[in-house]
């Protein structure tokens, strides 16, 4: 890091380290995550920061006025103005933290009901896969139930006709 700060990305450091103390969780995450994303975009890393502090802190860098300050009566509309905007402005980001976190919610309620049915899917493939696997032996006991109860129907009725049919008599031969 070089001995000269930028007065605006300390100014910027210290406004996301002020939200990284806030009471509200929402500001305070996404504080930090802009912390991280600054310090990988620079290339900072936690020494480097621990050194900023420690070089800033007997030494603070002087404030530069780039603006000259407006007469007093055009900064109380101006500032009353200005207030109002960050008012609606920070209720906007508490009400979309929120559906953030409804929606999140959401997201985890529909992922668990997700993984619920794939597992219920999975137990269903695996029943209809051991009972087609004793398909095969069904039917092939089928068929050979059939084909056993036709060879007996043959035999009895052969038995029947043997045993109670008496043979008739060809009496054609006594006609010539």
Known sequence: MSGAFDPRELKVLSDI????????EGQSAAALNA???????NGTTGGALKNLFV????NPPQR????PRAPRNETNGDLQV???????LTNNLRQMDLEMRNARARLEAVRAELYQTQQSRA???????ARDARKPW????????????????????QF????????HIDRSIYLH
């Not at 380290?17 to 509200?24: F, K, S, Y």
């Not at 070089?55 to 007997?58: D, E």
């Open 17 to 24: 380290l002020a939200l990284v103390l806030e009471d509200q």
């Open 64 to 67: 530069s006025r780039a603006k």
């Open 138 to 157: 069904l039917s092939v006991l089928i068929w050979c139930g059939f084909a056993v109860g036709i060879l007996i129907g043959i035999a009895g009725t």
């Open 55 to 58: 070089a800033i802190a007997p």
């Open 123 to 129: 137990e269903i493939q695996a029943r209809l896969v």
């Open 82 to 88: 200005a207030r109002q905007q960050v008012v609606t």
């Open 160 to 167: 029947v006709h043997s045993a109670f049919d008496t043979p």
């Open 35 to 41: 912390l991280r994303a600054r310090a990988k975009k």
